[in-house]
Every structure is written in structure tokens, then in C-alpha cells.
């Protein structure tokens, strides 16, 4: 039992007065109490006079507020036990208030987000996000989000709205059926947000609780409520973190306070930049503990994992002020698994498998990736290939072997590879201007864009951003690695600004690559079998909405798993289908990158469009991809026909396809 001390009640008010915002989860909690006699007319006159008014303050993104009769915005709550109703009411000052009657789409007027999170599961729940105006209904990513029970089944029967406008003044009141039961120590996860939009097109959106990010795919994102009796029993609680050893970058986002009787009762504090944490408790017994954070370096750099596990047992005390000792923390070291000689230069046997299967299940469990799709190619065939893990860290199902995962910039390669096959049967010039095929009306303030070619993108030197509509360097003249430069060059190949541009691609794709190969399991748009077979990227562990593409993005759209990869792998290193003077092309260095990312001091830059590295076993050429929550690696050591393909579906997957490079073939020394 961890030793705390208590402090005088004096010093418990003074704490209680300088916490305006009391920390959890997302770093706010409110305190909500039993009400009843309400009508939902947009009139507050029946609401108690004494509930506290909870300031939205924070913004969310936008232009920011102009002054106190724009977008100045309050909610207070409460909650009736027998009927099992939550009550919301918002009241909001706005001097300039949009209405589009025809007009659902989100930026064109003023609206509203209710976020709710009946369930408030440890595991994640999922969020409930009501966005309403008058004219408009409707859940947020609904479709999108299916694999959380609560909001696959949510409507809007559960709710009753009303809205009253007085002047400048708008009163939103709600009242939600809640399932379960409402009583005092419940926890029901909330956060509310207004979107604020001028006739001038000035727009802010201000919430509740803080963060970034999209609060409706996240239950960490916002906010708690808590169910209280009149008699408030609650006791305020602080403590501070100390690393032991070496010192992480930052402290870990939160600590945990788990009720220890009723688990759907935790708290997730925010931890501020000193280490230290405040926040007022309803009264009872609790396990402190540190959830798993990771700091993220580079993309493919080492990723380190704070210490997590249970630390303490505390009780909290109605009117009293706990302080925690000091809690130490350490980071954990990464797994030291790579040999001195990668595996592949041995015979792959039943051994080998065995070593191959526990370094990825090691690292998936270091760094929290639930899904892996594998395949090693060894002699110029494939080996081995295997799927790790879950699909969706919520609904745990299995990963199928013919599941996919969004391939991100590992997509550019493929439509590198088309495009070496049309230019060397001379069906696409690749130094003619993309201008003079289709205009990029956004670049014509920049004169130098009439330079770019199809040469100059594949090579990462058109002058483009990765994303973006602006010139950063004279086309042909300065490393840039571009994906708006991909994206430019498929519009250029459907000739046009045409509305069947996304048919004239795939008709391509399929033409020269995913029939020709066999691929029958590669998507670069939406269909009929994509939303069965795509897994769910994750972020910190949690799930990803789902998205499908509508038409194919040649720089990131692709959907694929490792095995049906494979065809493409051996095809690029059999250079099939190109002339030797078109693969000489394609395979040797046109773009050096900096030399901040060389690799063990080997070069590395691009081909027309392949990566391309040098390393102490020859030549090595793939791509690999980040879409943020999925991040995939193809490489193939040529002199050694030997290689892989890693797809996997979380931000934190960069160890992993960093390391995995080393335990096959490179090694550690």
C-alpha cells in the first residue's frame, strides 16, 4: 500500500479553487446532480438556479473568437434516476448565426456535438456524437465506427431536442436515454462542442474538454461525468511522477484511477509538464495505475514504451485532500532480439520460423500492434508467409490471411512500375510537361511549375511538397519527397479533368498490373468486398474509423495483404515486363536523399519511382508506407534475391519494420 497524507480541509478548498477545470481523461470532469419537473421547451426557467455552468473555452481548430458575443458558450447538466434520462442544456451568445436549411454539410453553418459515452468500458466503448442544428441531424461516422455496439445502435429516438433563439442568445436543451441505470458514483464518459460559422466565413469550433483530434473516434478524447448525490462526497487527490534513470522526452499523458469495486468508474488524469497531477475524486477505493505510452521518433526510428503496470491502491475520503507519494517511472528497453547475422543467410527451416514468429509476436506485444501480415522471400521465392494478431483491438477477431490493409505510399510503387511500362513502349512521355497535358490551376502563380515533368515526380524533384499546392524548390533541382506530385501525374495519365478518371486508372492498374500478376486481392477504391475484408487501423492502440477510398489515390490507396504482394515483389525483382534498358532506368539512382537519412552511412534516394538504398549487401529497392495508423514495409536485397513485405495496422508499428530489416538479413553488427 502506497503511503499518503492527507491535508487540512482549508487546504482542500484552496486546491478545490484553483483547479477551475478538474483533470480526467481527456483532462476534464464535472460533477452532475439529481433534477426533475423538466420540460424540454428551450426555456431554462425550470432548470435549479444553483447548477453549475460549465464554460466551453477551449478551441478546437478554427480562426478563434472575435469577442464576448461570439461563440461565448456554457452547458450545464443533470440527471433524473427513475426515468433514466441525462440532461443537457447549452446556452450560447452569437451574434452572427449561420443557418442552410439545404445545406448539411458541416462547415456551412452553425452547429452543435453532443459526444456521450454511456458505456465508459476500460477496453473503449466508442462515442456517440449527436450533431445537431435546426435544420439537421445526424451520429457521427456511424458506418464508420459499426464496431462499437453502442454507437452501431444509437439513433436519434433516444433523444429529445429543443431550440429556442432570443436575440443573440440560442438555448440548446437535451434529454438523452441513457441505458443502464443512473445513480449516484456512476461515470458516463461526455464532452460538447460548437461550431461557430460567420457570414464572412470566419468559423471556430470550441469544446468542453481539450485535445485535439476527432473526439467521436476516441472515448480517451473526452471528458467524464459524474453522477453525484446532493451531498457531494468527493476529495481531491495530487501527486507527481519521478523517472528513474534515464529521462523519457515527455511524462506519460496520464495516470489511471480505477474504482476498485465498480470497473466502469476510472478517471484518466492528465499529467502536466513538471510530472504532477491533481484531480477531485468521488469518494471510495482505487488502483492507480500508469497506462503504456511511447514516444515517437523518426518513422522508422526506436519508439520507447514508458513503464505501465498496477502502481498503488489509494481511498479517497469525502472532504479530505490525498497527496501520493511520488511515483517512479522508468522507460522500458526495447526487445533485444536481433542475432549478429540475419536468418535469411542460413537455411530457412522450422527453427527459423520459430525465431521469425516470436521476434514479430515480441514486438507486437512491446508496441501494441494488433495485426501483421508477412511474407519473406528467400532465393527469389517465397518462404514463409503468416497473419499475427487481431483485425480490431475491440472486437478482437482473429486476422484472417485474406484480410488487407491500406498500403499507403508502398501504392506509389506499383504506380511507378505502370508508368516505366507505358513509357518504354512509348505511350507516355515522361520529360514532356505535365501542363501541356492538364493545367494545375493552383501552381499557375509559380512560372517554374511549367517545368515539371513526369520525370521530375517520380524522382521526388518536382518541386512539391509531399502535400500541398504551392512550389518549395525549381522543378529537377532539390530532393523533395511529394505525394501531391503522384497525385498530379495520375491526372495526368486520365488526360484530363474528366469525371472517369478513377475508371480510366483502375483500367490500368488492372490492365498492366493486378491481372497480368495475379493479384486478386489488391483494391485502390471502394467496392463490394473492401468493407468485409479491411482491417482497422489504430491509433495508440485504439481503432481507427473505417474509410474506403473512391477512387484509386496513386499515392496511398492501396489495399492489400502480404501474399497476394507477392506476385508484384518477384515481378520487380525479375525486372518482368521491362526492357533491360527501362529497368536500368528505373533501377539505378536518378535522387539522393540528404545524408542525414543514409543508412549506416550506404546512400539512399530514387529510381523513377523506387526506393533505393545501398547497404552491405548490395543494392536494395521496395518502398515502404504510413498512412499513421497502418505502416508497411516492402524491401528486396537484389544480389541476394531475398526480401519481405510487412504490412500492419497501428502508428506505433515503426520498430518493428525498422528492426525487422536487421533480424533477417543485415544483423546487428
Known amino acids: 500500500m502506497m503511503t499518503t497524507k492527507y491535508l487540512p480541509l482549508y487546504l482542500l478548498l484552496w486546491l478545490l479553487l484553483l483547479s477551475n477545470a478538474l483533470k480526467a481523461n481527456n483532462g476534464s470532469i464535472a460533477y452532475i446532480y439529481p433534477i ?67 445545406n ?63 436575440n443573440n442568445l440560442i438555448t440548446y436543451e437535451w434529454k438523452i436515454q441513457v441505458s443502464g441505470t443512473l445513480s449516484a458514483g456512476r461515470v458516463i464518459g461526455f464532452d460538447y462542442a460548437v461550431f461557430d460559422k460567420d457570414t464572412d466565413e470566419e468559423h471556430v469550433m470550441i469544446t468542453w474538454g481539450p485535445t485535439e483530434g476527432n473526439k467521436f473516434m476516441n472515448s480517451n478524447l473526452i471528458g467524464d461525468l459524474v453522477l453525484s448525490e446532493a451531498n457531494d462526497a468527493s ?12 529521462a523519457g522526452d515527455q511524462w506519460p499523458g496520464t495516470v489511471k484511477f480505477s474504482n476498485t469495486e465498480r470497473p466502469d468508474v476510472f478517471f484518466d488524469v492528465s499529467v502536466d509538464s513538471l510530472g504532477q497531477y491533481d484531480l477531485k475524486l468521488p469518494a471510495g477505493s482505487y488502483a492507480m495505475t500508469i497506462p503504456p505510452s511511447w514516444q515517437m521518433n523518426k518513422w522508422f526510428d526506436i519508439d520507447l514504451v514508458k513503464h505501465s503496470g498496477r502502481v498503488s491502491d489509494i481511498t479517497v475520503s469525502k472532504n479530505q485532500a490525498l497527496l501520493v507519494d511520488t511515483i517512479t517511472i522508468a522507460l522500458v528497453p526495447k526487445p533485444k532480439l536481433i542475432p549478429g547475422k540475419g536468418i535469411l543467410h542460413s537455411p530457412f527451416t522450422s527453427t527459423s520460423i520459430k525465431e521469425l514468429d516470436q521476434f514479430v509476436d515480441r514486438y507486437r506485444e512491446h508496441y501494441n500492434i494488433p495485426a501483421v501480415s508477412l511474407a519473406i522471400v528467400k532465393d527469389g521465392a517465397l518462404v514463409y508467409h503468416r497473419s499475427y494478431g487481431v483485425e480490431n483491438n475491440i472486437t478482437k477477431k482473429p486476422l484472417r490471411d485474406e484480410a488487407v490493409f491500406e498500403a499507403a505510399s508502398i501504392t506509389k510503387l506499383i504506380f511507378a512500375y ?54 518549395i524548390n525549381k522543378p529537377g533541382t532539390t530532393y523533395g519527397y511529394s505525394g501531391e506530385g503522384f497525385e498530379y501525374l495520375k491526372r495526368v495519365l486520365a488526360g ?29 477504391m471502394c467496392n463490394d468486398k473492401l ?11 485504439i481503432p481507427n474509423m473505417f474509410d474506403c477510398p473512391d477512387g484509386p489515390g496513386m499515392a496511398f490507396s492501396m489495399h492489400t495483404e502480404a501474399k497476394d504482394f507477392i506476385p508484384f515483389a518477384l515481378a520487380l525483382l525479375n525486372r518482368e515486363g521491362l526492357t533491360e534498358e527501362q529497368a536500368e532506368k528505373m533501377f539505378r539512382f536518378h535522387t539522393l536523399e540528404g545524408q542525414e537519412n543514409w543508412m549506416n552511412g550506404y546512400k539512399s534516394g530514387y529510381g523513377l519511382g523506387v526506393a533505393l538504398r545501398d547497404s552491405p549487401f548490395g543494392l536494395v529497392f521496395g518502398h515502404g508506407g504510413n498512412n499513421g495508423d497502418f505502416r508497411c514495409m516492402f524491401e528486396m536485397y537484389d ?28 544483423g546487428s553488427k
Open 418 to 471: 505502370l508508368m516505366n511500362l507505358l513509357v518504354q513502349r512509348t505511350e507516355f512521355d515522361l520529360d514532356k510537361p505535365l501542363y501541356e497535358t492538364l493545367a494545375f490551376p493552383e501552381l499557375e502563380e509559380y512560372p517554374e511549375y511549367a517545368l515539371m515533368t513526369g520525370r521530375h515526380v517520380l524522382t521526388h524533384v518536382s518541386g512539391l511538397p509531399n502535400w500541398g499546392t504551392r512550389i
Open 36 to 102: 426533475s419537473n423538466i420540460t424540454i421547451d428551450g426555456n431554462l426557467d425550470d432548470w435549479p438556479t444553483e447548477i453549475h455552468r460549465n464554460a466551453m473555452q477551449h478551441i478546437h481548430y478554427g480562426n478563434g473568437i472575435e469577442g464576448p458575443e461570439d461563440a461565448l458558450a456554457f452547458w450545464r447538466g443533470g440527471y433524473h434516476a427513475q426515468s433514466g434520462h441525462l440532461y443537457i442544456a447549452v446556452t450560447m451568445v452569437d451574434n452572427d448565426y449561420v443557418k442552410t436549411p439545404d
Open 639 to 666: 544480389d541476394l534475391r531475398t526480401g519481405y513485405i510487412v504490412f500492419t495496422n497501428a502508428n506505433t508499428a515503426g520498430p518493428l519494420l525498422f528492426d525487422l530489416k536487421n533480424f533477417l538479413v543485415e
Open 496 to 524: 484530363g479533368s474528366s469525371n472517369e478518371w478513377p475508371q480510366i486508372i483502375q483500367s490500368h492498374l488492372e490492365k498492366e498490373v493486378l491481372k497480368p500478376l495475379g493479384m486478386t486481392n489488391t483494391y485502390f
Open 104 to 166: 448539411s454539410h458541416f462547415a456551412s453553418h452553425d452547429f452543435q456535438v453532443l459526444y456521450l459515452d454511456p458505456r465508459h468500458s476500460p477496453e473503449g466503448s466508442g462515442v456517440i456524437a449527436y450533431e445537431i442544428d435546426e435544420h439537421h441531424r445526424k451520429i457521427v461516422e456511424q458506418e464508420g465506427l459499426h464496431f462499437y455496439p453502442q454507437v452501431k445502435n444509437a439513433n436519434f429516438e433516444q433523444v429529445q431536442l429543443a431550440i429556442a433563439k432570443k
Open 531 to 541: 468493407p468485409n475484408l479491411k482491417v482497422a487501423g489504430h491509433f495508440d492502440g
Open 235 to 246: 476529495g481531491m487527490v495530487q501527486g507527481a511522477l519521478k523517472w528513474e534513470g534515464e
